[in-house]
């Protein structure tokens, strides 16, 4: 496997920690190796200098120029449908698949519970079932 999330303007970062935690940025300049100038007009994010620990790469890449602005960003996330490419990824289904479980009330986990029970319930029927067929089948 390739590896093809490099550092570079446009390159789509995810905010991993602070108080815009879970938001899309993309980056806009690089400020030397360990900060990033990024902006997130479309997602909340001021446009501000962030660590690259603060941040993870994305597959999406948008084309951007170098230091552009605030509207040209926004014209750009729009005019390739950023919002729209990340829900598509397993990563942003596998994030709201987390925050899913986490609001689960106590009775929702009680339902998964019994669910997943009954499930266990049926599947042990059937596996029976079938291992009972291939043993009368040996023995014949």
């Known amino acids: ?5 490099y550092v570079e303007v446009g390159r789509v ?3 991993n920690y602070g108080p815009d935690a879970g938001k899309l940025a993309v980056i806009v300049d690089i400020v030397d190796h360990a900060r990033a100038l990024v902006d997130g007009p479309t997602t ?5 200098v962030l660590s690259f620990k603060r941040l993870a790469l994305t597959d999406i890449v ?3 120029p170098r230091t552009a602005g605030t509207v040209a960003t926004k014209k750009a996330l729009e005019a390739q449908d950023l919002a ?3 829900a598509k990824s397993s990563w942003s289904k596998k994030l709201a698949a987390r ?6 009330s106590d009775f929702d986990r009680f339902k998964l519970m019994v669910s997943r029970k009954q499930k266990r ?9 079938l ?6 089948a040996n023995k014949l």
Do not use: S
């Open 44 to 48: 909340g994010v001021t446009r501000q």
């Open 121 to 129: 319930v049926i599947i042990g029927k059937e596996f029976a079932k």
């Open 62 to 64: 948008v084309k951007v």
């Open 84 to 86: 729209g490419q990340w």
């Open 1 to 5: 496997m390739v590896f093809n999330r």
């Open 13 to 15: 970062v995810l905010v």
């Open 99 to 104: 925050e899913a479980r986490q609001n689960l």
């Open 131 to 136: 291992r009972k067929a291939a043993l009368k």
